[in-house]
């Protein structure tokens, strides 16, 4: 399939004249053909007016038709083949079975999403009859749906270029949700991007839905995206990337005449804590699956261990330096984009100049690009006294807090910002410990773990990719899981509305077959499997 460089504008392709860019080979630092045009805020325009027209109409089409195009949408992403692996290794460096495991995630996410759509449960179908002889007052017929928002912007990841970007889980979601999308591409794999966005293009086709269900531009800089949140037709933001490119969308998002909700994940260095008990049975053998954690894709996860907490003493010791023997082995690699790898070689200069810290290991040199892993050590006292200790540094370095105790140890985690996930080792001795703390990493984190890591993030029910502030924009919500539509859908609710009115959901006849709350009961009677 030919990379073209242009913006995917409703069904057609669409040169930018607004500046243009290259996507950069990772490795090389060189320029990668064709050149990019960036879209215009004519190009803009277009979008939105074709999603906003779109949205009613795609709004209502009924769920299976919605399930089937995000499998078509899985079909046409299969079907690029190698030519996908190979121009998103170029931009990315990421080896190919990271890649090719990333194209499986992001089938599977619009799976997903086929599926919750399927069972119905997302429109979340309330039904209080109407009971005109209640006293004193008789009970008017209240029904409720969820109805989708309206287009919603999604921003393209640097880290993930499928499973966070063109056709990733804000995409997928929204899409369910009834949602039109336009897309703003990441700059750092625009190839990628367009061989994905034209295989929603052709899903869109092929499934007959209006064109302006799906657009993608381009921007040389930063206008345009800004221009993307600000319009008045956009509803809402999926973002994934820095905390500062996340708060300046959340600002313009509401100074609007109509603010939106911005959903962005953002920033987190996902502290590990040693509970004194398991470190001391097994801290050694701990150290190898966390530098395996923390090197894994060169620690561009944004779940990426950045923090270590435990209590001071010979354990702890020899945690540290089984981790700086596994680190010393592990081999550099290259970074997303040269800006990515400079910024991480910054952040590690910062902690090596620090008095209070201490430089325990270093992984292998590498390549002109490659991170080289970096472990660092510091006292309970001076984290707390030193904020920007506990700031990310994105890639394959990581702090450990000595603390006193365990009362230390809690002020810590007190003293930190929002995660997106905590992650406890501790053993049988340790579960009166991990009570104590347990309230406060509820505050604290998205998701808890025991005895993991948390760079592995499943795509399925239970997951939450959140967490409070600045983890995300709103640790009501998740970016990963059947859960994230909840995001891109508001409740309406019907009073006294004919039957013949009624949206289908919420007929007597129950045409869907869905499962609905009647008088907050759950009615399962009428289903189509029954």
């Known amino acids: 399939m030919t990379i073209t460089g242009q913006s995917l504008i409703g069904a057609a392709s669409v040169p930018g004249t607004n500046g243009a860019f290259h996507g950069i080979d990772a490795r090389t630092g060189d320029a990668l053909e064709p050149a990019f045009g960036g879209a215009t805020q004519h190009d803009l325009e277009r979008a939105c007016t074709l999603a906003e027209a779109a949205f009613d109409t795609y709004r209502e089409t009924d769920l299976e038709a919605r399930a089937a195009f995000l499998e078509t949408i899985g079909e046409q992403i299969n079907a690029i083949g190698d030519a996908l692996i190979e121009r998103c290794m170029a931009e990315t460096g990421l080896p190919r079975a990271r890649i090719e495991g990333e194209r499986g995630r992001t089938v599977t996410q619009l799976r997903l999403f086929a599926a919750v759509l399927r069972n119905g449960d997302c429109v979340d179908a309330r039904i209080d009859p109407a009971q005109p002889e209640r006293r004193p007052l008789p009970r008017v017929d209240l029904r409720l749906r969820n109805i989708a928002l309206g287009p919603v912007a999604v921003f393209g990841a640097s880290n993930f270029p499928l499973a966070f970007s063109v056709a990733g889980g804000d995409t997928a979601s929204a899409l369910a949700a009834g949602c039109p999308v336009i897309v703003k591409a990441h700059g750092a794999h625009p190839g990628t991007s367009e061989l994905v966005g034209r295989a929603i293009q052709r899903a869109v086709q092929i499934c007959g839905l209006p064109e302006g269900v799906f657009s993608m531009l381009f921007d040389s800089g930063i206008a345009i995206g800004q221009a993307l949140v600000a319009d008045h037709r956009i509803k809402a933001v999926g973002f994934t990337g820095s905390r500062a490119a996340g708060v300046a969308l959340m600002k313009i998002a509401n100074a609007r005449p109509e603010p939106i909700p911005v959903y962005a994940e953002m920033s987190a260095i996902n502290p ?62 290259t970074m997303l984009t040269p800006g990515i790898h400079a910024n991480y070689c910054k952040g590690v200069e910062r902690l090596a100049a620090n008095p209070n810290v201490e430089q325990l290991a270093s992984g292998a040199e590498g390549g002109r690009f490659d991170a080289q892993a970096a472990l660092f050590a510091t006292t309970a006292d001076a984290f707390l006294a030193q904020p920007a200790l506990r700031d990310e540094v994105f890639g394959p370095a990581s702090l450990i807090v000595r603390c006193k105790d365990l009362n230390e140890l809690h002020g810590v985690l007190k003293g ?12 049988a001795a340790d579960h009166e410990a991990c009570r104590m703390l347990l309230p406060t990493l509820e505050r604290k984190a998205g998701r808890i773990l025991v005895n993991g890591f948390g760079t592995g993030v499943e795509v399925g029910h239970a997951m939450v990719h959140g967490g409070p502030f600045p983890a995300t924009t709103d640790a009501r919500t998740t970016s990963v899981g059947s859960r994230a539509i909840e995001r891109f859908l508001r409740p309406v ?10 949206p289908a959901a919420l007929r007597a006849a129950n045409p869907l077959g869905i499962t609905r709350r009647v008088d907050g009961v759950i009615d399962h009677e009428v289903r189509k499997d029954d």
């Open 416 to 427: 930190l910002e929002g995660q997106l996930t905590v992650a406890v080792h501790l053993d």
């Open 272 to 333: 590990v804590v040693l509970l004194p008990g398991a470190l001391a049975a097994r801290g050694a053998a701990i150290a190898q699956p966390f530098t395996v954690s923390l090197t894994q894709g060169a620690g561009q996860f944004c779940t990426n261990p950045g923090l270590v907490l435990a209590v001071q003493g010979e354990s702890l010791d020899a945690f540290e330096q089984a981790a700086s023997a596994a680190l010393a082995n592990i081999g550099a690699a």
């Open 493 to 502: 609710s019907y009073q006294d509305l004919p039957d013949a009115l009624l």
